[in-house]
Structure formats: C-alpha cells, structure tokens
C-alpha cells in the first residue's frame, strides 16, 4: 500500500465513534502507515485497536496507548476529539466548561511532547473555543490550528441537495461562517446552484423566501437532528471532514471548505472563526467572507457570541486575560 507520507498521525479521543472512524478514515485513505490511537479509557481503546488489526490492512504500523506522553512524542499530525459529546437536548455551548479544561490540558500537552507538530485539528465542541484554547496552550502558530466548521458548509449543501433534487456536484461554494454553532452565518450570496446564483432563485417560485428560512434554519440544528435521528451526535461526518483536512495539510488535496482559524485584525479580533480558508501543506490561509450586508450583519452577530463565550472562559480562569496571550504563545 502506497502512502502520502511516514510521519506519525496520532488520533486522540479514539475509543469513541469519531475516533475510531477518523482511524479507519485515515488507513483507508493512506495517509501514513504510522498511526497512533490515544484515549484515556483502555478497553474501548483496545477494542478498536483490535477491529482495525483484523481489517487485515497491508503495511500499517498501528498502536494504541492510554499514556499521552506516549501517544504525542514525535507526533507530526493530531486530530482530537477527546472531548464530551453532545447529547439530547444539549447545545454545543453546553459543553463549555468541562471541554475548554480538556483542550487547556491538550494544548499544555502538546506543548510539552510534540512541539514540532505540523498540523492539528480540534473537532470537540465548542469547536471554535476549544479550538482557541489549544492553540494559546500549544504555543503553535494559528496556520497550524484548524476545527471543524466545514461541518455546517456541507450541512448547507446537503439541504439544497435535497430541496432542489439535483446532485451534490451542481450545488457549488456553499457557505457558513462564524461560529460551529446556532450563531452561524448562513451565507446564499456565495452559492451557486446548477449554474445559478441561489439569491436569484431566492424569493422566487424556485425558492421562496419561507422555503428558504426553514433550510436555514434546518442547516443550523443540523447536528440537533442527527441526535433526533440516532440517538447520538454526529460522528462520521465529522470523521470524515477532519481526515481530509489532515490529507491536505499532509501534501495531498487541498480542502477548501471552511475551517476554524485565529483571526486578529481590524474587524475580529482575538478569536477562532470559520472563515474563507484553504488548507495545505502550508497549514491555512484564509480570506474574510464578502456577502450581502444582512450577511454581513449576522457574521457580526456570530462573531460578538463567540467573543462571550471566550470572555467567559477567561473568567473561569482557563484563559488567561487576552493581553495576556503572548506571554503563553507568542505566535498570537
């Protein structure tokens, strides 16, 4: 079996169902054959070492552990989704606390055992909050640091999938920026459905404006429905997207859905978004969306709660005050 690279992938949180199919994701990919399982709980953890062993994959080097230490040390790549998953009746927000602690001891571990990391991918919710927690503690450079809110741009995809009954190929850029949660902004000005921009259809017979308010706001309660549905959150999306991101930042195909990343500039400040992003082997680069001015507007809306539920976990005392920041990672 031909793979990308031989530097070593490690998947934390692989006990659970996103970790353990980021792992088969990655094997069957041919990301590297040096792939390391980390979590914290053994028997499950062992169980799905075992699993993967009898796929009977050619030329893998697969381990598992339940020491960190272990898990990190010459890890080039990490993907984690070590966190608390989100249940019945819970928002993303819910996970807060419990999760932000998680990713401070993440990033300090990181820090600590693989500072020479190329690439990381957070994908435990509050993705955008723990996501910026790990980079402060990790001392990397926000280019090295994505989360997963290509989620929600694919969610968007599928819904006019479904509503327009065309394939996936025919719906083109569709968009959420902002926040992995209920504040996103659902973007229509970027879309492009079989050759047509979806606001010329919007408001019309092909789309009417209530029509599109129901996919709206089916997009946003997207993981919500999942649960509904099967009884736990998502994971296979989620495995799925977060591989790819890796590949990419491996050398293989770029992804150019949008991903989580610091941005500090004139207009956002101190935080971690979705944004215009692509990611390489170069790490990400990302450009600000550009929409309608309504758009723009819940952009806005989006950024401000993410802006307080950072400010609050600065006053949980996980983050240090933000001019602070520099003295934990001078990349910021």
């Given at each position: 079996?031909?793979?990308?690279?031989?530097?070593?992938?490690?998947?934390?949180?692989?006990?659970?169902?996103?970790?353990?199919?980021?792992?088969?994701?990655?094997?069957?990919?041919?990301?590297?054959?040096?792939?390391?399982?980390?979590?914290?709980?053994?028997?499950?953890?062992e169980?799905?070492?075992?699993?993967?062993?009898?796929c009977?994959?050619?030329?893998l080097?697969?381990?598992?552990?339940?020491?960190?230490?272990?898990?990190?040390?010459?890890?080039?790549?990490?993907?984690?989704?070590?966190?608390?998953?989100?249940?019945?009746g819970?928002?993303?927000?819910?996970?807060?606390?419990?999760?932000?602690?998680?990713a401070?001891?993440?990033?300090?571990?990181?820090?600590?055992?693989?500072?020479?990391?190329?690439?990381?991918?957070v994908?435990?919710?509050?993705a955008?909050?723990?996501?910026?927690?790990?980079?402060?503690?990790?001392?990397?450079?926000?280019?090295?640091?994505a989360?997963?809110?290509?989620?929600?741009?694919?969610?968007?995809?599928?819904?006019?999938?479904?509503?327009?009954?065309?394939?996936?190929?025919?719906?083109?850029?569709?968009?959420?920026?902002?926040?992995?949660?209920?504040?996103?902004?659902?973007y229509?000005?970027?879309?492009?459905?079989?050759g047509?921009?979806?606001?010329?259809?919007i408001?019309?017979?092909?789309?009417?404006?209530?029509?599109?308010?129901?996919?709206?706001?089916?997009?946003?309660?997207?993981?919500?429905?999942?649960?509904?549905l099967r009884?736990?959150?998502?994971?296979?999306?989620?495995?799925?997207?977060?591989?790819?991101?890796?590949?990419?930042?491996?050398?293989?195909?770029k992804?150019?859905?949008?991903?989580?990343?610091?941005?500090?500039d004139?207009?956002?400040?101190?935080?971690?978004?979705?944004?215009?992003?692509?990611?390489?082997?170069n790490?990400?680069?990302?450009?600000?969306?550009k929409?309608?001015?309504?758009?723009?507007?819940e952009?806005?809306?989006?950024?401000k709660?993410?802006?307080?539920?950072?400010?609050?976990?600065?006053?949980?005392?996980?983050?240090?005050p933000?001019?602070?920041?520099k003295?934990?990672?001078?990349?910021l």
């Open positions: 079996m031909d793979f990308l690279t031989n530097e070593k992938l490690t998947i934390v949180g692989a006990a659970g169902m996103i970790g353990s199919n980021m792992a088969q994701t990655a094997i069957m990919m041919g990301l590297t054959p040096n792939i390391c399982l980390y979590d914290p709980y053994g028997p499950g953890l169980g799905v070492a075992e699993e993967l062993y009898q009977g994959f050619e030329g080097n697969l381990t598992w552990t339940t020491d960190i230490k272990e898990a990190l040390t010459d890890a080039k790549y990490i993907v984690s989704s070590g966190g608390a998953p989100r249940k019945a819970m928002t993303r927000e819910d996970l807060l606390k419990g999760n932000t602690q998680i401070e001891d993440f990033g300090k571990n990181v820090k600590a055992y693989c500072p020479d990391v190329k690439f990381v991918v994908i435990f919710n509050p955008d909050i723990t996501g910026l927690v790990t980079l402060l503690y990790s001392g990397l450079k926000p280019s090295q640091v989360t997963l809110a290509a989620l929600d741009s694919t969610r968007l995809q599928n819904e006019l999938v479904k509503y327009f009954k065309l394939p996936a190929a025919k719906i083109e850029n569709s968009r959420t920026y902002g926040g992995h949660g209920e504040q996103m902004a659902v229509a000005s970027t879309t492009v459905v079989d047509k921009p979806l606001t010329d259809l408001g019309t017979d092909a789309l009417p404006e209530a029509d599109w308010t129901e996919l709206k706001g089916r997009v946003i309660q997207g993981g919500k429905r999942i649960i509904e009884g736990r959150s998502s994971f296979q999306s989620p495995a799925y997207l977060s591989i790819e991101m890796i590949r990419a930042a491996m050398g293989g195909k992804f150019t859905w949008p991903v989580g990343t610091y941005v500090n004139d207009r956002f400040q101190h935080i971690l978004m979705a944004m215009e992003t692509t990611v390489d082997a790490g990400i680069s990302y450009n600000e969306p929409g309608t001015p309504a758009e723009q507007a952009l806005e809306k989006s950024y709660h993410l802006c307080e539920m950072r400010d609050e976990v600065i006053s949980l005392g996980i983050l240090p933000v001019a602070d920041w003295k934990f990672n001078p990349n």
